[in-house]
């Protein structure tokens, strides 16, 4: 796979193909020309051509793509050919809402376990998971190593427990609080701004009210 | 301001801006240039002044921006000018998470009320608000309007709130079930995907694995 050639912005589409093309596949539908899973997306079929030929021509001009064929092949670049295990850190609210996520363990992405520091919530049930102490933290990851730690904490205590997850072998950090960490560069990280996805909604709002009120 | 010249990428990072922004006040630094904001932002000084140039020319060449313009300036196009309120349904995790976010206040966005449809959640404290059932979710709106409705909810009940909220006379939806929302082309919408963000981590992760194995 030719890595370099695929941008952020198609990246970032590569999740929502994997969407469509599983709720085309639970449809029962087999092939799809670029027009119309463009349609579905709200992309154009060149749009759509041009990102699949990014990682790889897999369609036949006129036949339209393979959905089971495509789907696959955009997993595997999405890092879901192997099954990956996520470690949480935070029995907040968010923290919980990621444990009971439906659709990650679809992917083969398993939350195999819960932790806090604060000791009052040892023990509690989430879902499958019970709340484990921060001291259980690196013993339980030389047991289980996990490829996936997920931080639902107060942004204060993110960079020691991410400080933590790369001690404990973690390689692929899910960040939830609102600051930048400071990783190894051989350690992934996403971070989920809520207040950014929040503004793009305040700012089309913004836009349509403009529009509603004549203004340009 | 012309929205027309403004893309999707662009509109996305106006909130890294903003954040990026609101830190370097709290610093006291009053005027910044685009070579400083751009490492800061992992961008380069012309990306920066490109964005920047897209919404309005702000900056004088050897000066660099004022700060406290900047910001102002975008968090208009953002839509923070004037205040929103905020309705929640769904009083699950994500619900929960939501009404407790710190840093919505901080933007002049209030959570204002959560509603379920359990109604053995009825009553409930969370944090400044109290569960209220679905039956009292119109009546509220009509008494306190909300610019923005947040859906919380099973994916089932997605649509049905949505529709709800539009009769309440929400104006903008962000959306945290994983379902494309029928709406009316004056309502905003803004959808959560959590898998889509932790997809983008396996993407990464995958990447550095080929790299390390010394695949290409």
């Not at 023990?123 to 047991?143: N, Y």
């Not at 600051?179 to 971070?191: C, M, R, S, T, Y």
């Amino acid at each position: 796979m030719n890595d370099q050639k695929i941008s952020e912005a198609v990246i970032r589409r590569l999740p929502q193909y994997d969407r469509y093309l599983r709720e085309l596949e639970r449809l029962g539908i087999t092939r799809i020309s670029s027009g119309e899973l463009g349609k579905r997306m709200g992309l154009t079929a060149s749009q759509i051509r041009q990102d699949i030929n990014c990682f790889g021509a897999l369609g036949q001009q006129g036949y339209g793509y393979n959905v089971q064929e495509l789907k696959s092949y955009i997993e595997q670049i999405l890092g879901l050919s192997e099954p990956h295990d996520m470690v949480i850190v935070g029995a907040g609210n968010l923290g919980r809402a990621v444990c009971n996520y439906p659709g990650f363990l679809r992917r083969g992405i398993t939350p195999v376990a819960l932790f806090d520091r604060n000791e009052s919530l040892k023990g509690i049930k989430v879902g499958e998971l019970t709340v484990q102490s921060m001291e259980e933290f690196i013993p339980f990851l030389k047991e289980n190593p996990a490829s996936i730690g997920v931080i639902a904490t107060p942004r204060q205590a993110a960079q020691e427990v991410a400080d933590l997850m790369v001690e404990g072998g973690v390689r692929a950090i899910w960040n939830f609080a609102p600051v930048d960490l400071k990783l190894p560069p051989d350690v992934a990280v996403n971070n989920v701004h809520l207040t950014d996805s929040l503004l793009v909604l305040t700012y089309r709002l913004r836009v349509i009210s403009d529009r509603k009120n004549g203004e340009p």
